[in-house]
């Protein structure tokens, strides 16, 4: 097969976002839209994109390096189209880049769920020898170019505003996905005009051109028209927001994961699931996430890179974000309601995590437990510690963080401030409202607060009577 170059439009300004970001740049699925069209782009491992940017250029290329880069792309590269005088304007600046042989692929940097199959499909209609179009039936076509046939013959792309009445009745549209052979692209490219309704240089007057030259016409249908949606506006990407959580949830079913209800489910980033895995209404899964067996979450929660292994059990509205040092949390641990995790928490198996605690940067060993209002920061926790109510480490001199090492079989008591660096014997225990400054011996208790005294018949003072 011929070598694919692909050219991805992402030049428009996007007015009707009303928004400072470049429309492209705007999220879906907790990635840019122009992260999943060259995403998809990449599966077909082409020769090279080619992004046509214009308004926010260099915010667009800068963020097309990372896209490429996650894709596995090597070659891609960004071309400025200045002033943007239409679609076909668009394409003639990536020219100088495509080859002479091999078939350009023209994509739209803000129609996001195209699928890879689709593309691949489309390539090969073209068969490196013909114009190939992918088109779409439109119950309200409203806006598009038409596909104009001549009993099944494709004649022309006339667009909304140029189109007569009889033309306008045309359900079937063009998608804005087109596939080229290069060198009759240029050829096409170099004749183009701009004697239109909207005086731009429109990318499918190709069509006639090609017609003109006695070459046949390929029309691609789509049938799933999510595949072709593009965004314009804050509604049209919530809109395909909706339909991608839910492509994406029902294959999680698929796979044999419950979901209490497949349209409150919102993953933006990667969500692996192993069997019998439960999960409750209006949870967000962010970057990486994997639960292992039997892993049952409850409704509300927010889990942002974590790995979660089997059979923990996280109760309704507990929040994890691991960021870049990832979370972990052992086979059978329980958390929440309202618990916390932090970058570095790593929880081994069996470990309790009470509501609102928070554990950042700290290490706790097979079944320590912390239930109730707590904070542990830059802590090394043995096993079966039980680390009281209200108790903290108090990690941060106001300069530099410090650690507490907390042996294993500990008993810390309610309300103690553990002033790192301190370390705690195994077994020994401290008693409530302690403020712990130096090590404590293994084995022993350790008090650090002051004497409760008595005062036998006190007398409470009383109000003076006014003069
Ligand atoms: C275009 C098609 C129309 C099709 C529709 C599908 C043309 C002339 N018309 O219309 O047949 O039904 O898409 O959505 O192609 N862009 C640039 N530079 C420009 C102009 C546009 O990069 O100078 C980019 C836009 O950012 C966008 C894409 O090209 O990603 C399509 O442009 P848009 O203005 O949306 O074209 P439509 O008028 O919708
Ligand atoms: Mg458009």
């Known amino acids: 097969m011929a070598a694919v170059d692909v050219v991805v439009m992402a030049a428009g300004k996007g007015t009707r976002m009303k928004s400072g970001l470049p429309k492209v740049l705007h999220r879906l699925g907790g990635r840019a839209l122009l992260a999943h069209v ?56 990536a020219l100088p880049l495509l080859p002479e042989d091999g078939t350009c692929l023209v994509l739209n940097g803000d129609v996001p769920l195209i699928e890879t199959a689709t593309l691949q499909a489309l390539v090969a209609a073209c068969g490196g020898e013909r114009l190939a ?44 996905f087109m596939a080229v052979p290069n060198r009759l692209l240029r050829g096409w490219l170099g004749r183009i005009g701009n004697d239109n309704a909207q005086r731009e240089y429109y990318l499918t007057d190709v069509v006639e051109l090609a017609v003109q030259d006695g070459l046949t016409v390929t029309a691609m249908k789509v049938a799933d028209r999510v595949q072709v949606d593009g965004v314009n506006s804050p509604l049209q990407l919530a809109e395909l927001e909706r339909a991608y959580q839910l492509r994406g949830a029902r294959a999680l079913m698929e796979a044999g994961v419950r979901l209490a209800d497949p349209a409150r489910l919102d993953v933006r980033g990667h969500l692996a699931c192993g069997q019998d895995v439960e999960i409750d209404v209006s949870c967000v899964f962010e970057g990486e996430v994997s639960l292992g067996d039997g892993v049952r979450i409850g409704a509300h929660c927010v889990i942002a890179n974590a790995r979660i292994e089997a059979g923990a059990l996280i109760r309704p509205f507990t929040h994890i974000d ?23 928490a790593r929880l081994g198996a069996q470990v309790h995590i009470g509501n609102f605690v928070e554990v950042k940067n700290s290490t706790l060993a097979r079944g320590a437990k ?25 990690n941060y001199d106001g300069a530099n963080k410090h650690r507490t090492v907390i042996e294993a079989d500990v008993h810390v008591g309610s309300n103690c401030v553990l002033v790192a660096p301190v370390t705690l014997g195994a077994g020994g225990t401290v008693g409530a409202g302690s403020t712990i400054t130096k090590d404590t011996p293994a084995g022993a208790l350790s008090v650090a607060r002051g004497k409760q005294v008595t005062i036998a018949n006190w007398q409470r003072p009383v109000k003076k009577p006014r003069a």
Not at 322 to 344: D, I, N, Q, S, T
Not at 373 to 389: F, H, K, P, Q
């Open 322 to 344: 691991g960021e870049k040092l990832g979370v972990e949390v052992g086979e059978g641990a329980e958390l929440g309601p309202f618990a916390r995790l932090r970058p570095g």
């Open 133 to 176: 179009l992918l088109t779409v039936d439109m119950p309200d076509p409203t806006g598009y170019g038409r596909i104009v046939r001549a009993g099944e013959a494709v004649q022309a792309i006339v667009e909304h505003k140029d189109a007569s009445e009889a033309q306008r009745a045309i359900n079937e549209v063009y998608t804005g």
């Open 370 to 394: 912390a239930n109730h209002l707590a904070y542990l920061g830059d802590a090394t926790v043995g096993e079966r510690v039980n680390y009281g109510a209200g108790s903290i480490t108090a």
């Open 38 to 93: 060259i995403e998809a782009a990449a599966g077909l491992s082409p020769r090279r994109v080619v992004v046509v940017t214009g308004h926010g250029a260099q915010q667009v290329d800068e963020a097309v390096q990372g896209f490429a880069k996650a894709a596995g792309l090597a070659a891609c590269q960004c071309v400025l189209q200045s002033p943007q005088l239409g679609t076909g304007h668009a394409v003639q600046q």
